[in-house]
């Protein structure tokens, strides 16, 4: 068995503990959705991403980023949303342009903070669907903040 199926393996099982516990605290909702996001940090630090925050809430609190990271000199502002199933359409869908709009206002004041230039920004979706095994598939550059209009 090479290193890469032991991996796999291992991470699954951890996957299975982490969501087991999870489920005794929290409503099965946020469980599904915690676990759409340890597999989108995942996959994104397999493509070479590097996260530098998860769950970034604004300090009104009226907005939340699922996780921001860095691809190259981009920072990337990433939307995870998580199904059962694709039978009612891609996860991506509930994005919606009130979504957009949240998330951009949150990314602003995150780059305004980190004084990261709004040219250097992008806006992903990643799609989790929760089957076994599970399917983790990014949409890069998803949706763009038009100017002056968040």
């Known amino acids: 068995m090479g290193d890469r199926v032991i991996g796999s ?3 699954g099982i951890a996957d299975s503990l982490r969501d087991r516990l999870r489920r005794r605290r929290v409503t099965p909702d946020q469980a ?9 940090h995942r996959l994104l630090r397999r493509q070479g991403f590097t996260v530098v ?9 009226h907005g939340e980023i699922d996780l921001v990271a860095w691809d190259g000199d981009v ?4 939307e995870v949303k998580s199904r059962a199933s694709e039978e009612f359409g891609s996860p991506d869908r509930a994005v919606d342009q009130e ?7 949150a990314a602003r004041e995150y780059a305004r903070r980190s004084a990261v230039p709004w040219d250097r920004v992008r806006f992903d979706v ?8 599970p399917a983790v598939t990014r949409i890069p550059d998803a949706f763009h903040a ?3 209009v968040y």
């Open 9 to 11: 393996l291992l991470f």
């Open 32 to 40: 599904s959705g915690r676990r759409g996001e340890d597999l989108a």
């Open 53 to 61: 925050a998860r769950n970034y809430r604004t300090r009104g609190g």
């Open 75 to 78: 920072l990337v502002f990433v």
């Open 99 to 105: 979504k957009q709009a949240a998330l951009i206002r």
């Open 126 to 133: 990643v799609n989790v669907i929760l089957a076994d095994p």
């Open 146 to 148: 038009r100017p002056g």
